[in-house]
């Protein structure tokens, strides 16, 4: 795939940082080791390392040849999935319960190579600010980068990030403006009800069957009260109930995740599920609670600013792989906070496999490190050309 030669130059080392990093996973809050060694390379590098914005955040400034101007932050993520990994790599993961499912690995490597190849060069003038976040898998490392005043004491005057994409094309780049990634809430739901002998339910009151009717009304929230024009997903992806074969437990619990693109259609579904769950309780006799929390807010990326790294993305894969047709999809992505803060944007760039993120078999293409880095690297010596 086509990249800088001066990256290309260092792939090797790059390689080397990505599979060290994937064999030691880390998940949310709890990357040491990875920003340490983040923190290190920077510093080998003569970049100013400022660490611990946001637990385990890393930030790296960098100032070009051309001396203090506009500022251009670029932002990679850092953290693990808590999940078994199946590849049979030679660098698969060494913890248990840890694993690069989504390829944080990769994104923290490029930015890495972006890094370097800009401190070697430092041919623009201006402020390269270099944002490593830790969890971003639903933990909230960006709010709590920004709560650490990211942007106060960093400021950007616009900000890029990006991700791996195995459903893209080798060599593919996607970026466009506006919505690009949904709003999520996470929620819970506790079923109490009364615990019985499995052979006398008469006696209980049963959060099973309560939780399981719960689960399935639930659903017509998409498909019966939604505006079938707004894009909207309730998924359950956790239920817990019972211990033994002949007993009715007290408790059965759900979680799961909302996904919408308008505040009006998150409230709708937020309200639908209280009122089902209100309903369901008084239906069976359980006491039912639900808590729902705002995660993720809508990803928008800004114009100019997409605009801008669909040029810079043609330069590195040629026009003709770069897509910059609206395609929205239901993910969701953290770095929506640092946009509501600073304009910016959030490339998808294609690689080789189909295995999707997020899942157990899931391996990230190393021919991707220098395109990434390049993309990256572009945009600062674009947006801050002298
Ligand atoms: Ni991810």
Redesign the pocket.
Same mark, same amino acid.
Request: some cysteine.
């Given at each position: 795939m086509p990249s800088l030669p001066q990256i290309e130059a260092f792939k090797d080392d790059l390689v080397a940082i990505r599979r060290d990093i994937h064999a030691h996973p880390e998940i949310g809050f709890e990357e040491v080791r990875t920003s340490g060694i983040v923190a290190e390379k920077l510093a080998s590098w003569g970049i100013e390392v400022h660490r611990n914005i946001g637990k385990t955040g890393v930030v790296g400034i960098l100032t070009g040849s051309g001396g203090p101007g506009r500022r251009i932050g670029l932002r990679a993520?850092m953290d693990a999935l808590p999940m078994e990994e199946t590849t049979n790599l030679p660098f698969r993961s060494k913890n248990p319960g840890r694993f690069h499912g989504?390829? %944080?690995d990769g994104h923290t490597t490029m930015l890495l190579g972006a890094a370097r190849y800009l401190a070697e060069n430092r041919d623009f003038t201006g402020t390269a600010v270099f944002v490593f976040q830790p969890a /971003? /898998?639903g933990l909230g490392g960006a709010r709590a980068m920004l709560a650490d005043k990211l942007f106060e004491r960093f400021p950007c005057d616009e900000i890029y990030g990006l %991700?791996n994409a195995p459903n893209l094309e080798p060599g593919q780049i996607s970026v466009f403006p506006g919505p690009a990634m949904a709003g999520a809430d996470f929620f819970d739901i506790k079923v109490t009800g009364k615990g019985s002998h499995g052979a006398m339910p008469h006696q209980g009151r049963d959060p099973v069957v309560a939780a399981i009717t719960l689960a399935g009304a639930l659903q017509t929230i998409v498909s019966r009260n939604a505006d079938p024009r707004e894009a909207a997903v309730v998924s359950i992806t956790q239920i817990h109930a019972g211990s033994a074969y002949n007993v009715i437990p007290e408790e059965a619990v759900l979680a799961g995740t909302i996904r919408t693109f308008s505040p009006e259609t998150a409230e709708l579904a937020r309200q639908r599920m209280r009122e089902i769950a209100a309903g369901i309780g008084q239906t069976f006799g359980v006491q039912i609670e639900v808590d729902i929390r705002g995660i993720f807010d809508v990803l928008v990326n800004h114009g100019p600013q997409a605009e801008a790294a669909a040029c810079v993305a043609a330069e590195i894969v040629g026009a003709q792989n770069v897509l910059t047709e609206p395609k929205p999809v239901m993910g969701s /992505?953290d770095f929506a906070d640092m946009l509501r803060a600073v304009p910016g944007a959030y490339c998808w760039v294609g690689h080789a496999g189909n295995v999707p993120?997020h899942n157990p078999a899931f391996i990230l293409d190393d021919g991707i490190l220098p395109v990434g880095a390049s993309l990256l690297a572009r945009l600062v010596e674009t947006r801050l050309a002298a």
């Open positions: 993520d989504c390829g %944080h /971003e /898998e %991700h /992505e993120v």
